[in-house]
């Protein structure tokens, strides 16, 4: 179906649309009190990286979960790259040590949330 974000299996074995994926990442890496990079911003440097304009239209498609093709797998690698998580957590590959990278990023948002208050000793 052409409406039906493309999803793949997270350790549990429950479907995550990798729009869900995309966004975890935008959420998790920007620094607190800051705002997440723009679109445009991503669709620039995981242009670069691929040698060949991507459009931030592309990028908000992923977010949105209506690409209006399935994304290219060198795109979703590319913006792993960009995000420094592995590929296979967009592209639904094998994970070789099988980290719950969905897990991680939740609990480094909530770490980065909290702020140094939080850690007073």
Do not use: W
């Amino acid at each position: 179906m052409k409406d039906t974000p493309p999803a793949i299996r997270e350790g549990s074995g429950a479907c995550v649309p990798v729009s869900t994926k995309v966004n975890q990442l935008f959420a998790a890496f920007h620094l607190r009190g800051c705002d997440e990079e723009a679109d445009a911003d991503v669709a620039a440097a995981v242009g670069r990286t691929l040698g060949r304009p991507v459009l931030d239209r592309e990028i908000t498609e992923l977010r949105t979960g209506r690409p209006e093709q399935s994304p290219a797998p060198d795109l979703l690698a590319a913006l792993s790259e960009h995000f420094c998580v592995r590929d296979t957590h967009l592209t639904g590959g094998e994970d070789v040590d099988n980290r719950p990278v969905g897990q991680t990023l939740r609990l480094m948002v909530s770490i980065r949330d909290l702020g140094p208050a939080a850690y007073r000793l």
